[in-house]
């Protein structure tokens, strides 16, 4: 079918490749038009506005955002006039369910549709296929299938849970109608907390092995330190690399995660390139939000989450405030340029 | 070649029916006569006492034992006298990695070798192989060598890690030497601490799903009690079985646990077979010991093992004294049989 | 001076006896008929109606609201009519302070002032004064000051910090204008917030003092329970009540809230007649959120309020998650009626 | 009564000071010859040796070691010799309690007897008294009752609590023998775990407070950096220094570690001389060591703790390998030097 996609950053541009593969006709955009341009050379149509994007496309017409959270109700603004009643507009970047009720409410009275729709998969999706979350009403949603059969992985990605028979359903082919507005992000928002939470627990694992040979080393002996006890439990000098790749294989732990890092310790096990400083794009936060309005605990992913704001000195005052006690109470000094 | 297993429990039982598929002699044992039998007929050697196995296998022996952490000594006091120098035991249950280095020192006096091995593959390690972390001298854990490549997965178990290339390494196999004594106990250990954290974050996801429709649901209203402000955002009734299924395919989020529990949900999405009352058998508590030993954060794992205690009703004296001080300074009753 | 009050409950009540003490002249009003009769048998200018309360108030007026939180709103649309420009609205609920900033700006478009007060105190107010945090103009929160000052406890409820000199701050009096609308009540969720901590750090500190006792007990041997290792160390059966009392004289964890938790426990050192379900007011969620807001960590006292979710059965479904990922990959068994 | 003190660090000579007050007679020693003569001239008996301190002093000794927890098996072994049946050796420092229990065991060997105090109070305890949980044998404890008398703050330091009646309990005088050998130091342990935690829960607050005018400053918009949604909701700068002064008058949340912070602010409102490394003395991470032990969840206390461990820079590998997954899945670049 037919399909209109704004923005061609790492993954609008995979997306439409991947449509292209299969057949459909790409009308694209992006405000670089070197990339349009380069889109264009491998077959998708070029456009170097919205109306002309709008103009090139039959109606109803589908026309998938793929922008940053922060830029798509500009987008919208923009967009909306240009379209005509019955015209379906799909919103595939992070975006706050939030956002997805406020706006279908408002495309709806002007004889719109709004589609939402989490996609995971990375920069491996083109060649892997996308997890497609989506929500809206049926309508729009089942005139789409064609393009979330393309984009998404296909039955054969995973080996069948037993026990299912007969024809796979969309979410065996990795794409799902998880509800109505606002649902396909907010399943994409828990995957993402979820996600935060797998990466912690491996990441908190690879970091106690690593320091397994903290008995090799000496340490000072002061009222203020707790001395290792027994430090010849401690006497480790694990191969991270060699250990990520074991529990690739036949381990409980295994996963797609996990395949990642057994690849990022290979090329440099002392990961000395990377920062340390982790991002977050909101999705972890909401779901946190959403844990705290249903009421319901979510503690290892709040840790998690917790930890990304750690890494980037969000919690440095709070220590200060930490050692100004102790200082107070015990005269310990913390003080800077010390220990 | 040869070895002797003392324990057919649910796993010892298979890793033997693994072994003897692949043409390994085995002699094994067990307190309850009937499984030896059953053994039996299927191709392994029945003994019927520790004496008997010990006079079945040729020295220098290698005798595996897969019992419950808490009756290894016992099984070692024993045994130990039965055996001859040269002689291997392996320990392939869930020790403490402690213990593996206490027991290694006494058995290196007569002359005996020790290899801890942590298995991991439950129930499904016959067919899927055990992923094996192993920890010992090098000398006998190379003559295990063909019992290692027999239980582990093999290097078709996971898709090769770009950049490697070679004759595939051990631990691209499924089994690694991972150090000298306790090594193998120890990385298990912290595998199943990632474990705990990994199913924590499925977890507390999924319960966060459930819980989207709690909009739908009329509230109380006093001043003790936080309304939802916005119940118009959590109308959502998420069908979890097929979300599951989703995330298999192209998500991030993919692994094992995810197809387990996508088996999980279809067959009860209520899971209301189960008690909520979750075990834990020793690792989690190690790994936390290993982190502050270490001086390490873990707050994920931590959160998650956390999270097991209390569903097994230990922190109940906590949360009374939470409503003695509100009923202390505020005058709010959470007393038994109200709210 | 002169102050309406609506809403004499627990704290409303104790409020207007405090200030009736110090002869500031009080009319009140409440939906049962039977408490403003009380208050006014008390001193206080009974109202039954909002517009007889208005109307017993001389221009420019101040009315206080001490409401739950949901009925703020209700009570604001009845009310607001019946005042006249240069009047005050004050709310002394729990209302978390975005509802501050919306009524703030509706309010200033009638010509009416809104000042946000957070306070802290509980049933003890009335004898100890009341910690008053307080948002809003600078015009109508100078008015006020002889009801803050009567309602604070006054300098002298604490020792003077080292350092401080000349007349005493209002913070030290125990009111303070910490800035614009809804400053008061961020102030006092935040409060809420570390009340949530401090109070989930004693819990769990009793929690693990009451179960010192664990190695008198015998436990269950099995591969799915971790064994107590040192059972001798844990052999102390300590006095709760005396170790509270201890507490509260030299130690660094002295607080206000320890002296309420030697009282409750000396009432019943096992708190059996507390059900130990946790409510929660809307502060420690909303400071949480403010938190993530901000990006900043706060794993304390996400932990406390997580907890309080657990007391109320709202992880149960994580649990039995955790329950059927064990049985599909170990075939452990946690079903209802079992151990 | 009589005492000897070994250590006269900044806990030692402050408690000696405290009992010369009372008219006790104090035999002293240090390794640093100038604190022995400081003391001297305020009244102790000076010793310039183990054997001169022992020789001062008249049988049966009570000896004190107030020494960084490392050294006192040390202490211990040379003290030993030097001392003879009925005599009793008191640990007022930092050990873990399974010391106590060991050492005691020994002790008892040769006549001698053990008692273990924690010791509550800081650098204020001379003139506040110290909180002193003690563990031992009745006889030798029942003896000291004189120096703990002494040294603790007494029945006055904090209102009585309300339904108590009769003569003061030693609890509400300041010291308790809490139970046999390990006791005392078990529930200073569980006081200083309790301790991190409230330290955290304010830390963590305050930090929110600071970050309040998040919503004033210009953020980044990109695809991985969640935009703040509300920066009207941020908009507020509060005087920490007067916030925390307020709490101290009236509210909920008032304690010693509230008064020290409050002290510690006005000082420094950015508390710039800290370096917010923050040290850890053990007694915290023995506490989740025995919640662990025990089964029971501590999820703010380990919080608690994993911030300090966070502080020190020990969760930094964790960081670069969430990092290095995020790049291997998305492409983002975390690296050094940039943002």
């Known amino acids: 079918m037919e399909l209109g996609m704004i ?3 790492r993954m609008g541009a995979a997306m439409v490749r991947r449509l ?3 057949g459909h006709r790409c009308v694209v955009t ?4 070197e990339v349009v341009e380069e889109l264009h050379g491998e077959g998708a149509v070029g456009a170097f506005s919205l109306e002309d994007l709008v103009r090139q496309l039959k109606a109803p017409r589908a026309v998938w955002l793929m922008l940053p959270a922060a830029v798509v109700d500009g987008a919208l603004e923009q967009l909306v006039p240009l379209l005509e009643a019955g015209d379906t507009l799909i919103d595939g970047g992070n975006s706050y369910y939030h956002d997805d009720l406020r706006r279908a409410a408002r495309l ?3 004889g719109l549709h709004y589609v939402d729709v989490g996609v995971s998969g990375g920069v491996w999706g083109m060649e892997r296929g996308y ?3 989506i929500g809206g009403e049926r309508e729009p949603v089942r005139r789409l ?3 979330f059969t393309a984009l998404a992985p296909g039955a054969q990605a995973a080996p069948r849970t037993p026990g299912r028979d007969g024809p796979p359903t969309p979410a065996e082919q990795g794409w799902l109608h998880c509800g109505p507005n606002g649902a396909g992000h907010f399943v994409k928002m828990v995957h993402n907390g979820i996600e935060y939470g797998l990466m912690a627990a491996y990441a908190e694992g690879f970091n106690i092995l690593r320091h397994a040979d903290v008995g090799m080393h000496r340490h000072a002996t002061d009222a203020e330190t707790a001395p290792l006890r027994n430090p010849e439990d401690y006497q480790y000098a694990f191969d991270l690399p060699e250990v990520a790749e074991l529990w690739r294989r036949g381990s409980v732990i295994g996963s797609w995660l996990l395949d990642l890092t057994a690849h990022a310790l290979r090329g440099n096990p ?4 990377f ?3 982790v991002s977050d794009s909101g999705e972890g936060r909401w779901t946190q939000a959403a844990a705290i309005d249903e009421g319901v605990p979510a503690p290892v992913l709040g840790s998690a989450l917790n930890q990304r704001f750690r890494s980037r000195g969000q919690g440095d005052f709070a220590d200060k405030l930490l050692s100004a006690m102790r200082f107070e109470f015990g005269g310990h000094l913390e003080k800077k340029g010390g220990g």
């Open 7 to 9: 923005g061609l950053g």
């Open 131 to 133: 997890c497609l979350m």
């Open 275 to 277: 920062s340390g400083h």
């Open 145 to 147: 299938e064609p393009v």
């Open 30 to 33: 992006d405000v670089r038009r």
């Open 20 to 22: 292209l593969r299969t």
């Open 108 to 110: 709806r009275e002007r």
């Open 270 to 273: 002392e990961l000395s390139e």
